[in-house]
């Protein structure tokens, strides 16, 4: 006869967090704000727990005393003690033990319950699979709180602002894009969105993309993945080395015709772009393998996700390609979401916008699908006018003027920004006519 297998726990870890909080009480709320009660598997732990939770949000002071009266069981002064012998100075690593046991206990119940279902079941109907699906793609969110009262979030709204109102503070989850006017309508990068760039072919989405990656990874740091369905691993990382250095992209593509002192420069420009903390994935075209992809680079540490470009995703055929496309862009804005990172997305526009007089792009472009439009906290469209009309730039001239269109902004203004375009090496940047910094030099980076 087989024994039961107890679910997943750590004794440890629970007598380290109630430990912890006896021994400095000041530390009650954050506990309480990261900690449930349900993180705890001990049911003598969970009744505590819920006894802290009481007294938080009393704001009533804690000691023996109001603990024993809040907790209203037999606890005893002996028993209260014992969970002290075993103390972390870092109570906030056995917290993350608690969420992480918690989820696989959360992981088994439902497979187990999955399991029972489809045994006993002969509907055909998929409910079981689509509620695993969405278990699994929301999974951080699935072992949370279903709600949060008005306390907690007020209390957590003025704790952050008042955080952020300290002369030394510095955001942690809003980046700079690269460039300056165009942070000034969006507010910068946000963790947790999904932002949509779209253009007709050849417009330059992708070179605008590929800067705001390289800006992030270059001046930010952050870790970034590019999902590249288009263009393969060695473009990408030629058209990033030309941004970097600032060195025209055909000469690149032509090394016979490189000059000697140029080479050094270009060697030493590789070594330092190969120390940046991005990663390419050029192989993966499925829904899934996308997915999966970003999973397990969000687990390695990546913040910031650009996938180039939607409309070439391997969805699913039996479905009309509108919602197949709507499902993902779904899908992505959930995992920008539930993971806390930054998915930029390449889109193309349909040829609606060639046939107009002014050719500038609006919403009703997006190719394919609205539900692009629904998902993404942002949509802007690269707009060049002469693109369509060559004669209002000088061939000769490297540099032409160019705008970003902003049509969609969940936390800002809409509206167009003037940019610059530099030819040869694929790079937007601000105009400089326009009382702003220049661009970010060699020498300031490194």
């Not at 920008?336 to 930054?342: T, V």
Request: some cysteine.
């Amino acid at each position: 006869m087989k024994t039961a297998k107890t679910l997943p726990h750590d004794k440890r870890a629970e007598d380290a967090v109630i430990g912890a909080v006896v021994l400095e009480p000041e530390i009650l709320q954050d506990v309480v704000d990261k900690l449930s009660a349900e993180d705890f598997y001990q049911p003598l732990h969970k009744d505590l727990f819920k006894s802290f939770e009481k007294l938080a949000k009393a704001s009533t002071a804690l000691d023996d005393v109001t603990l024993m009266n809040a907790y209203g069981g037999k606890l005893t002064s002996e028993v209260l003690a014992s969970k002290l012998l075993d103390i972390a100075q870092n109570w906030g690593d056995y917290a993350d033990i608690l969420k992480e046991t918690r989820r696989r206990r959360n992981i088994i119940q439902r497979l187990s319950d999955w399991q029972q279902r489809l045994w006993e079941t002969d509907d055909t109907s998929t409910s079981v699979t689509g509620e695993a699906m969405d278990f699994f793609t929301d999974s951080d969110e699935s072992v949370g709180e279903p709600y949060l009262d008005s306390s907690s979030c007020f209390r957590g709204l003025w704790e952050d602002t008042k955080k952020r109102s300290l002369p030394d503070w510095q955001e942690s989850d809003v980046f700079t894009s690269g460039i300056k006017s165009l942070d000034q309508k969006t507010g910068g990068v946000r963790l947790g969105c999904m932002d949509v760039i779209a253009a007709r072919p050849s417009v330059g989405k992708t070179s605008l993309g590929l800067g705001v990656m390289y800006h992030l990874a270059h001046v930010r740091n952050l870790k970034t993945l590019i999902l590249s369905l288009e263009l393969p691993q060695r473009v990408l990382s030629r058209k990033l080395l030309s941004m970097g250095m600032n060195y025209p992209y055909r000469k690149l593509e032509r090394p016979k015709d490189i000059a000697t002192k140029d080479m050094m420069n270009i060697e030493r420009w590789c070594n330092k772009l190969g120390s940046l903390p991005i990663l390419i994935n050029d192989h993966d075209r499925k829904p899934d393998a996308l997915s999966f992809a970003i999973r397990k680079a969000a687990r390695q540490g990546v913040q910031c996700v650009m996938l180039d470009y939607l409309n070439l995703v391997d969805v699913d055929q039996k479905a009309p390609l509108h919602q197949s496309l709507g499902n993902f862009a779904q899908l992505l804005a959930s995992l920008a979401k539930s993971l806390n990172i930054y998915i930029l997305c390449m889109a193309q526009l349909n040829r609606g916008i060639d046939s107009r007089q002014e050719h500038q792009p609006v919403l009703a472009d997006l190719k394919s699908t609205s539900d692009i439009e629904q998902s993404a906290s942002i949509v802007s469209f690269v707009h060049r006018p002469s693109f369509y009309n060559p004669d209002l730039v000088d061939e000769n001239d490297d540099i032409e003027e160019c705008e970003i269109i902003i049509a969609k902004n969940r936390y800002g203004e809409t509206g167009k920004v003037p940019v610059e375009f530099v030819k040869s090496c694929t790079l937007f940047r601000d105009r400089l006519n326009l009382n702003q910094a220049p661009p970010i030099t060699d020498e300031e980076i490194f």
